[in-house]
């Protein structure tokens, strides 16, 4: 049983910067892959980062590349998204998520725990 929790959300003007942490607990942390997602009002869940165990292996949403980065420390348990120059569109409830795959999917079915999310609102 892995064990997953958000934090760092909040509301942030558009151009601005928010870093969304997720600690993990129980499980192997350093061999899964981690993925970050978002889910807006109305809309289907998204994929936005993910990160191999070793970190070796990023992906990202196209419409993230260049702005958010995923990244983890193993010691810690942790894994981070960095997101800067946010957008109103980015506005979200943004998801951990573990994977007990290597390497980082996009499709959401690879990944067997969630988080219970964190609230990130981009002002215009």
């Known amino acids: 049983q892995v064990e997953l929790v958000e934090s760092g959300g909040g509301l942030v003007q558009a151009g601005g910067s928010l870093r969304l942490s997720c600690a993990a607990s129980?499980?192997?942390?350093?061999?899964?892959?981690m993925g970050w997602f978002r889910q807006a009002p109305g809309k289907g869940r998204e994929f936005v980062a993910g990160?191999?165990?070793?970190?070796?292996?990023?992906t990202y949403a196209n419409s993230v590349k260049g702005r958010f980065t995923i990244s983890r420390d193993n010691a810690k348990n942790e894994v981070y998204l960095q997101m800067n120059s946010l957008k109103p569109e980015d506005s979200a409830v943004y998801y951990c998520?573990?994977?007990?795959?290597?390497?980082?999917?996009?499709?959401?079915?690879?990944?067997?725990?969630w988080g219970q999310g964190t609230q990130v609102t981009v002002s215009s």
């Open positions: 990160i191999s165990g070793s970190a070796a292996s990023n």
């Open positions: 998520a573990h994977s007990s795959k290597r390497f980082p999917y996009q499709g959401g079915g690879y990944y067997d725990y």
């Open positions: 129980g499980g192997t942390f350093s061999s899964a892959a």
